[in-house]
């Protein structure tokens, strides 16, 4: 059975993503159209990923009811996947997490191989940025506060590497 799924990109730009959450319903990225997404994408052996999900977290609570959705993506080999929920609950990181992700599927979303990365959508499933890397705090909220703000001011950088 196959868990993570990538379809070529759309018409809206990024390929959707099938996935499952922590209690095992599938998650669909095109569910979430309509809604800012930042995408994380991580491991639970990954030491800078394991420093950026608090950063994400409290950027997750910052913003919430501000139509802007986390959501914690994990690339743990399938007998690893387990321990994700108790890391995350031991951690107190407040994110909605999915499974069944890979670096094959890193490479389909144009993130290349490194852990962590995050890819920042609009409303409708564009790419705003991809980190490749530790993302800041200031690299995400400010991406945020520009879509929210109707795009007003410098367009952001499409594409940071932090490592």
């Known amino acids: 059975m196959c868990l993570a799924a990538a379809r070529p990109a759309d ?3 990024v390929p959707d993503l099938k996935l499952k959450d922590l209690a095992g319903h ?3 990225l095109s569910a979430l159209r309509g809604q800012i997404v930042v995408l994380s994408f991580w491991a639970t052996w ?3 990923c394991r420093n950026e999900l608090p950063r994400l977290s409290k950027l997750n609570e910052e913003f919430a009811g501000r139509n802007v959705h986390f959501v914690a993506v994990s690339i743990d080999e399938p007998k690893d996947r387990a321990k994700v929920g108790p890391y995350l609950s031991e951690q107190k990181i407040r994110l909605d997490a999915w499974v069944g992700g890979d670096v094959g599927l890193l ?3 144009g993130m290349g ?3 962590p990365a995050t890819l920042i959508l609009d409303e409708r499933g564009q790419v705003v940025t991809r ?3 530790e993302a800041r705090e200031e690299d995400v909220r400010s991406r945020l506060d ?3 703000n109707g795009r ?3 367009v952001p950088e499409k594409k940071l590497k932090r490592y």
């Open 46 to 48: 990954c030491a800078p």
């Open 152 to 154: 007003q001011g410098p």
């Open 107 to 109: 490479e389909r979303f």
């Open 113 to 115: 191989e490194i852990v």
């Open 131 to 133: 980190i490749m890397g």
């Open 11 to 13: 018409a809206k730009g």
């Open 26 to 28: 599938a998650q669909k």
């Open 146 to 148: 520009w879509l929210l």
